[in-house]
């Protein structure tokens, strides 16, 4: 009980220092972890597991998809419109019927999406980016990564 509310504290503190980068990285890294809980979980046929796991990773997503600045980020928060609107049809077409390998693409899909943010932030943190007035903006994530 102690550990679960040091870990909790952690976590919460971790959120709410963290960069926009670093908040998008944990709405990626929670999404797949949900998804892959949700594949265990539909490999067992353990359904109301699944779909909350499911339900937490639409949550994620549309969280990703509401923040996302279209004046700013153009062409790019476009293609990542299409791709998170693409996850969340997905997701909302999973049922008891489908084989638990439909999570593999996915996965896939966040982990690249993931996979190009780590860069970013890997050169936002070298001083070779500027967020263009992104930070302080990134309250949007706070509740969903917490």
Known sequence: MVMNRAQNAYR???VETADTASLVLMCYDAT???LQQAKEYHASRRMDEAYN???HSQDVITE???SLDFERGGEIAINLSRVYNYLLRELIGINSMKSPEIY???ITILEELREAWQEVKRKYDRGE???GGLEGAENWAR????
């Open 129 to 131: 980016l500027d967020l």
């Open 12 to 14: 919460k503190t971790n």
């Open 53 to 55: 796991r499911i339900r």
């Open 64 to 66: 990703l998809l509401v």
């Open 143 to 146: 509740s969903i990564t917490a």
């Open 104 to 106: 593999n693409g996915l």
């Open 32 to 34: 797949i972890r949900n």
